[in-house]
Structures are given as structure tokens and as C-alpha cells.
């Protein structure tokens, strides 16, 4: 059990760029979520799947942002025409079924 | 819908001294409970968990928390604060009918003095 692993750890973009961040599940974790945490703020919930079907997003998941779980393993997180308010700290997790789920170390991007 | 409150956005105590953090929730279902902690730049790390049966649940780190469901809190305590349990704490409850999403409250910054 290797952990939840994201990559990058940071991300520096300049506003209207695209970006993606990836992030690698336990490997017999069925679900995977994503959250977004602004500074001083507790993780919000963005989108969640289960195995390669998403099956929530969040109203905070604007028509830029974008995620895919192929063949229900890694999963991506895109960000079409970055903005200012995406600067945060995107982190994911993982569990099985409904137990607790387990954080990934996270990916902070700073758009400039 | 869910939602939690924690108490104090900073909580700041004497090595040795009680750590008492304070998270109530709402819910309309028998809820399930959570304590995570994070480290500066860093992913959260699972404390504890309520779930069924017990209602005192115990910890990493000898942290541990209650579970009051006439009150509708879940506080967290350790007896003996250390300098490395210097973090920020968050507690979430879990919306398990709808796809077990983690509800946070907004956290609490422990800080320990020498």
C-alpha cells in the first residue's frame, strides 16, 4: 500500500492556460474523489466516481473544469482557461465503498 | 442537508496541557464522523472515525473524541499536548447515502506553546 499519490505537487500557470493534475489511488479503492482547499478554508467537495463512472459534481465544478477516472484507476482533474479564484490547493482521495477515505498529498496551483 | 461547526478557528495551549477542539454537526441521518489533521503543505491524515457502536472512539497520536448524539457534537481531546500536534484539525461528516462525500468544517489551527 503505496498511499494516494498526486502529481504535481505545485503548478504555476498564467492566467488562460490550460492545466491537468493527476492523481493515483489505494490500488483496490473503488471510489475517488476530488476537493478543493482555498487558504484558511476546509476542503470542499468538486466531483466524486465510482470505478470509471462519475457519479456527483459539485456546483462549484464550472464548465472549465473537467475530470475522467479511465477504467476506473487514475484519475485526472483538467482546468480549461485558468482564473485567479482556481489558485488552491486540489487534493484527492480514495476509499472502499463507504469506508473513510484516504488523502493524497495534494497539488497547489498558483495562477498568475 | 449536512453541515459542520467547529468552534474556534484557533486553539492555542501549553505542552502538557488538555487539547479539548470542538466540532458539532447537523444531520438528518445517523451521521458519520470524522477527525483529520494537516500538516502545513500537506494532505489530510485520518485521526478517527465514528461510524456505529461505540460512542467514544479512539485515535493516532492518543487523540480521541466523543460522540453525543443529544448534543450533536463530536469533540476531539488528548490529555497531553506535544509540540509536533502543532496542525490544523478538521472534523467532516460523511453524506454516505449520497455517495459518502466528506462535509468539513472550516477548521481549527492548534498551536502548542513550549
Known amino acids: 500500500d503505496t498511499g494516494v499519490s498526486q502529481d504535481p505537487r505545485h503548478k504555476i500557470t498564467k492566467r488562460g492556460q490550460n492545466v491537468t493534475f493527476r492523481c493515483d489511488p489505494i490500488?483496490?479503492?473503488?471510489?475517488l474523489y476530488w476537493y478543493r482547499q482555498t487558504l484558511g478554508q476546509g476542503p470542499e467537495f468538486l466531483t466524486y466516481f465510482q470505478n470509471e463512472a462519475q457519479l456527483e459534481k459539485s456546483r462549484l465544478l464550472s464548465d472549465r473544469f473537467s475530470a475522467e477516472r479511465p477504467k476506473g484507476s487514475f484519475s485526472t482533474l483538467e482546468i480549461q482557461r485558468t482564473e485567479q479564484g482556481d489558485s488552491a490547493m486540489y487534493l484527492c482521495a480514495s476509499s472502499r465503498d463507504y469506508y473513510e477515505q484516504y488523502f493524497g498529498p495534494g497539488t497547489r496551483l498558483t495562477v498568475t | 442537508a449536512q453541515s459542520v461547526t467547529q468552534l474556534g478557528s484557533h486553539v492555542s495551549v501549553s505542552e502538557g496541557a488538555l487539547v479539548l477542539l470542538r466540532c458539532n454537526y447537523s444531520s438528518s441521518v445517523p451521521p458519520y464522523l470524522f477527525w483529520y489533521v494537516q500538516y502545513p503543505n500537506q494532505g489530510l491524515q485520518l485521526l478517527l472515525k465514528?461510524?456505529?457502536?461505540?460512542?467514544l472512539v479512539k485515535g493516532i497520536n492518543g487523540f480521541e473524541a466523543e460522540f453525543k448524539k443529544s448534543e450533536t457534537s463530536f469533540h476531539l481531546t488528548k490529555p497531553s499536548a506535544h509540540m509536533s500536534d502543532a496542525a490544523e484539525y478538521f472534523c467532516?461528516?460523511?453524506?454516505?447515502?449520497?455517495?459518502?462525500?466528506?462535509?468539513f468544517g472550516q477548521g481549527t489551527e492548534l498551536s502548542v506553546k513550549p
Open positions: 490500488s483496490e479503492h473503488n471510489r
Open positions: 465514528y461510524t456505529t457502536g461505540a460512542t
Open positions: 467532516a461528516v460523511s453524506d454516505y447515502n449520497q455517495g459518502g462525500k466528506l462535509i
